[in-house]
């Protein structure tokens, strides 16, 4: 049973130079406790396929042709805004590529924390280990400490004090951490994250992975791992979908595709990623010495 | 044969300092670094954000100065030059920067862009106007682009034929160096091959010297024949890239070469972990 | 073989050149508010220049009173009713869009040529050169605009051109400030990195490089503020400061109709929608500009 179905999901955007098409008919499932790589080139459709799971494609420009999206058989295309919106802090959980633009600078971690974890309390206190009827107080302080704990958890020392630091004084990879922790309040079943490694050094981008994979492994987590690299692919995913021009290529065992892939796209995908092993160029160096 | 020598490169920052102590810190970029360059070779400056890699190319750009020193280029310690003979140097050393959308002003036209640097060393090249369009158009052809594209503007391109109108603009006055600035880590997988590719032929073609930035190693080991590894300011290695890979010296050498992505799921090393 | 590329050249410049339009002007399109914005101020340009022949008492203009004829409310013979002294206000608001128009037009860009100099010149070189030009125009900055400009209208004597250029002094601030963030910003753009890295000299980085691509919102603010100028026109027009009777400017026929009100309404509502029409025009039009030159800003 998958917990994320997409089935024939069609998207077209609106852009001076008409309507284009830029999924067209994607298929993706995702089953419960899988780490599911989609991984693809700019214009790919990848991104816009995680945007409308939590349905966060604007429509206009955006407008969907066809297809269903469902979520624990529940059908997200027709969902109201309401439901979405208790789904998106609740159920699925994201994360973006970049740290800086997704943290207020202006305010304090502990603030931007605090303020979702009481969000997410309003409609289920027990997350937060409080009763529906505790004082604001109680609330803040339960919040708080479930904050804490979370930073505590995706490795940030001292958290205790952390948690009342500006966004600026986090380095990248610390940024990225406090993002995976704030995606976690509301315990999502489904974690989208979306390039969420490639602003990092890759000494930094290993812990990450690192942590996410032990999360997945630890909690009841599904995640879908949106991304161009395929080395991270390859390190993190237990599922993988290849996507080309709007449309999943191939899809399957990680190793499966990576080891023995079928399409043809596929393939040249991966003949063309550079690694340790690449045989290196014949160079020709007939002109050396001529122009010197 | 050595075209350029860095020596003892070390340079200081300090930062703005807090809202109220006012005094900044220091932080150092580039700590005695010396290292030389061989004409007609690639070599890779390898190291991870805030290593100190970015500044030792803006001073060989000559955008910034060491605080102590000194680059010799051909023979020319540069920080004996004067200012116009600084620009004149300009011409022989050029970049090519790693954001193709950024480094290419969106309100120039493509032929103007790729003309700049002949215009501002037409003291130098004393080329016409007419020359200089046609020289465009010649450089659109080595980089493998179209003439007429020559009447567009940056938006209408793809990021891979952008990389390509940055590189035309870096060989417009026949350089001998050009400092590769992470050329192609903001472009896909299959684009940055074919960018590879072509600054491979150029490079044999036209005999160029690259100095090659990147923190991605194996696109290092694919274009350079020997790398240098930086680390907090410090050069930690330098060597030739077949020893580099087969017996790393430094532990950050170790360290870099083991988080290198690895296509192959089997040799993921969570993955062990968490199938154990 | 240089001349066949530069004739084809030219011609595919220009085509590049119309698609550019076009995409601007479909970005414009998406909002329906700019596109009356825009039509509204078309509209309101052709009266500037041709009001005074398309009014319908074209001798009123010139100060020719029909006392008989005062007080005459809105109807098909006098569209917007008639004043206190029996001229046509159809015909004044007219004529009155020349003058209201045009020096709020004026009053801006003087006022962009003041304050983008300024303010390029303290971006783009820095140091003390910036301490001293910004500092200077935080000073002008802290009187307050119309005051200042009713000091020094005063000062130079009521006149149209001495008005204008009162309110372009007290307006020049607020373009310094925004062209010298932007150079700051533009200044730290990798393709101005590049212009230095091949030995580009300051003239040619700030006019290459810089200029062009801070003309875009330093064209929107002009657009927002054209808006608020004709206010400000209008302003010193009804507090006596600037236009004088009996030349027709929305203002000053707000002024004078003051002690017409309640009862001769269509006195003052006629050029105070005028006023009011052409702020709120400008404003949209800027508004349709700004999502044209920075498409993220705005859906």
């Known amino acids: 049973m998958s917990l994320l179905e997409i089935n024939g999901l069609r998207l077209a955007m609106r852009s001076f130079d008409g309507e284009t098409e830029v999924l067209n008919g994607v298929d993706l499932a995702v089953g419960e406790n899988a780490i599911a790589g989609v991984v693809g080139e700019t214009g790919s459709g990848k991104s816009l396929t995680g945007l409308s799971i939590s349905r966060l494609v604007p429509t206009p420009p955006g407008r969907y042709l066809g297809g269903t999206i469902r979520f624990d058989g529940q059908d997200l295309m027709t969902a109201s805004e309401e439901e979405m919106r208790r789904l998106r802090g609740r159920q699925i959980g994201m994360i973006f590529q970049d740290p800086t633009t997704n943290l207020n600078p202006a305010f304090r971690i502990s603030t931007q924390m605090v303020d979702i974890a009481l969000n997410v309390a309003k409609s289920d206190p027990e997350l937060i280990g409080i009763q529906a009827r505790s004082s604001r107080r109680a609330r803040r302080v339960a919040a708080r400490q479930r904050c804490v704990d979370l930073l505590g958890q995706v490795g940030i020392s001292d958290p205790d004090t952390r948690i009342d630091a500006y966004p600026h004084t986090f380095s990248g990879g610390m940024r990225q951490r406090v993002l995976i922790a704030m995606a976690l309040i509301g315990q999502p079943r489904l974690l989208i994250a979306d390039e969420p490694t490639t602003a990092l050094d890759v000494s930094v981008q290993a812990q990450v992975l690192e942590l996410m994979s032990s999360f997945v492994r630890e909690r009841d987590l599904t995640m879908i791992f949106i991304t161009h690299n395929i080395g991270v692919v390859a390190q993190l995913c237990t599922d993988v979908s290849v996507m080309n021009a709007g449309r999943v290529v191939e899809s399957g065992d990680v190793r499966k595709v990576l080891k023995n892939p079928e399409d043809s796209y596929t393939k040249e995908l991966l003949s063309a990623v550079m690694t340790r092993d690449t045989p290196r160029p014949a160079r020709n160096r007939a002109a050396a010495g001529a122009v010197a | ?276 | 073989m240089s001349e066949v590329v530069q004739s084809t050249g030219s011609a595919a410049t220009r085509s590049a050149r119309r698609t550019n339009w076009a995409r601007g002007f479909y970005r414009f399109r998406q909002n329906p508010l700019s596109v009356v914005g825009l039509v509204i101020v078309v509209l309101l340009l052709l009266l500037a220049l041709f009001g005074e022949y398309i009014a319908p008492y074209p001798e009123h203009l010139n100060g020719e009173l029909n006392v008989a004829n005062r007080f005459q409310p809105p109807s098909a013979e006098f569209w917007f009713g008639t004043n206190e002294v029996g001229q046509d206000i159809f015909s004044l608001v007219l004529a009155g869009a020349r003058i209201s128009l045009l020096s709020g037009i004026a009053v801006i860009v003087v006022a962009t040529l003041i304050g983008t100099f300024i303010g390029v010149i303290a971006g783009y070189f820095g140091s003390w050169l910036d301490e001293v030009l910004m500092r200077f125009t935080d000073l002008v900055l802290t009187l307050p605009a119309l005051i200042l400009a009713m000091a020094i209208a005063a000062g130079l004597g009521p006149s149209i051109p001495n008005m204008i250029l009162a309110l372009a002094l007290a307006w020049w601030p607020g373009f310094a400030r925004m062209a010298r963030g932007e150079v700051l910003s533009t200044k730290a753009e990798l393709y101005v990195l590049a212009a230095k890295a091949q030995g580009g000299g300051n003239t040619r980085i700030l006019t290459r490089h810089i200029l062009p691509n801070i003309t875009s919102p330093i064209i929107v603010k002009m657009s927002l503020d054209v808006g608020f100028a004709i206010l400000a026109v209008a302003s010193l027009g009804f507090i006596g400061i600037g236009v004088r009777p009996p030349t027709p400017e929305w203002g000053v026929m707000l002024s004078v109709s003051r002690s017409n009100l309640p009862h001769f309404w269509w006195t003052a509502i006629f050029p105070g929608m005028a006023i009011f029409l052409s702020v709120l025009s400008f404003n949209f039009m800027g508004d349709g500009l700004r999502d044209v030159f920075d498409p993220r800003a705005r859906r």
Request: proline share 4%.
């Open chain 2, 1 to 276: 044969m050595t075209i350029l020598q860095v020596e003892n490169l070390t340079k200081h920052y300090v930062t703005s300092g807090g809202y109220f102590d006012g005094r900044g810190e220091t932080i150092v970029a580039l700590d005695d670094v010396s290292f030389d360059v061989r004409r007609g070779e690639s070599i890779g400056i390898v190291g991870e954000s805030g290593s100190g890699k970015s500044t030792l190319s803006r001073i060989i750009l000559g955008l910034e100065r060491p605080d102590s020193g000194r680059i010799v280029f051909d023979g020319t310690d540069l920080s004996t030059l004067s200012k116009r003979e600084l620009r004149a140097i300009c011409a022989r050393i050029q970049v090519v920067f790693q954001d193709p959308y950024a480094s290419l002003n969106p309100r120039m036209s493509v032929r103007d862009l790729i003309a700049e640097p002949m215009e501002i060393h037409r003291d130098i090249l004393g080329m016409s106007n007419a020359q200089i369009t046609d020289r465009v158009a010649e450089l659109l052809t080595l980089v493998r682009m179209e003439e007429d594209h020559m009447h567009r503007y940056p938006h209408e391109f793809s990021g891979g034929q952008r990389q390509r109108i940055g590189i035309a603009r870096a060989l417009a006055c026949k350089p001998q160096l050009i400092v590769l600035d992470e050329p192609t880590s903001a472009l896909d997988v299959s684009v940055q091959a074919q960018v590879l590719s072509l600054l491979i032929g150029l490079q044999d073609e036209l005999n160029l010297t690259y100095l090659f930035i990147s923190h991605d190693l194996a696109v290092v080991r694919y274009l350079c024949q020997s790398a240098i590894l930086i680390r907090k300011g410090k050069l930690v290695e330098n060597a030739p890239i077949e020893s580099l890979f087969d017996a790393p010296e430094s532990d950050y050498g170790r360290m870099l070469i083991g988080a290198m992505p690895d296509i192959d799921p089997d040799r993921s090393p969570f993955r062990l972990k968490s199938e154990a």
